[in-house]
């Protein structure tokens, strides 16, 4: 039986030098640090966030290129629009090269979005309406953005990894006491999409040395998104995990790491629960 071409020294395996990771969503909190994760890793990256981000996008570019000493680009793109998207993936290829890693992480919670325009943060949008953007913007995109990317990757044929996010709310029903109208159920949904669609898109294109797994965060602590709530929501964030904390967003890097290297060569279809134990109790 054929054996698969490993480095020796396992740490070696976590290292990403001549390929290109994309990671979408780059400008906020989470992409931003996937994105310091790869360029640290080696990798060329590309900053994908909205177009009206770029400005965000393009200073992380050029933070990580200077600190890390790799090629970087800042792209603006809505990625729930697929004739973009395929435009998007085209230039960064051409840009940097190649497609080898894809963090597919730009999303929205359930009420705040600061970014999107035109974006109901008070909930006066139809809830129908609200429902489906919410699974637009984070189940669809991510559908777009994998099977372009694979698209890419069949065709530049080396494989590749493709590192959905879903969340701990896709498995459980969040406890905290923030649901206010009908349409709350719509994160939940998008994330539980994002964890089928990992497992049967995986099943896929693992003939291509194509590997798709996703990552389920649990309440990991984001400036923009938790500063402005209320204490009896902070405290049940805190309380409901074993862990009694929320998630730093640097301990979320080493999964992430993990899933787009030669460490997870066996790692197919699968998800990755960062929870603090959340969902054990
Ligand atoms: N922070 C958490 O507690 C948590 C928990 C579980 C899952 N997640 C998921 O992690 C991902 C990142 O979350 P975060 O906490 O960093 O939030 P964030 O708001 O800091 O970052 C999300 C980024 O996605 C971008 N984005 C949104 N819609 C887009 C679109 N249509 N096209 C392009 N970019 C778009 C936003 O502009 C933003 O920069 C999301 O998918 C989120 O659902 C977060």
Redesign the pocket.
Known sequence: MKKTELKENVLDRFRLDHKTAVV??A?????YHTAMTFAQAGAAVAI???PQ?LERSEAVAKELSEKYNVKTAAYG????DASAVTELFDQIEKELGSIDVVHN?????GAL?P??DPWDTEHHMDHLEHWKQVLD??LV?QYIVATTAARVMIREGHGGSIIN?A???GHVVNQAPMYETLDDSSYGVS?AGVLYFTRHFAAQVIKYGIRVNSI?????Y?P??HDGLSEEILDCYVKTQPIMRMADVEELQGAVLYLASDASTYTVGHDIMLDGGHTIW
């Not at 400008?27 to 992409?31: H, K, M, P």
């Not at 992480?105 to 919670?109: F, Q, R, S």
């Not at 389920?216 to 990991?220: F, Q, V």
């Open positions: 979408t969503g400008a906020g909190n989470i992409g994908v966030d909205l981000c793109c809505n990625l729930v992480n730009a999303g929205v919670g979005t970014d999107i913007i984070n995109s996010t969340s701990m709310a994330k389920s965060p649990g309440y990991c984001s923009g998104l």
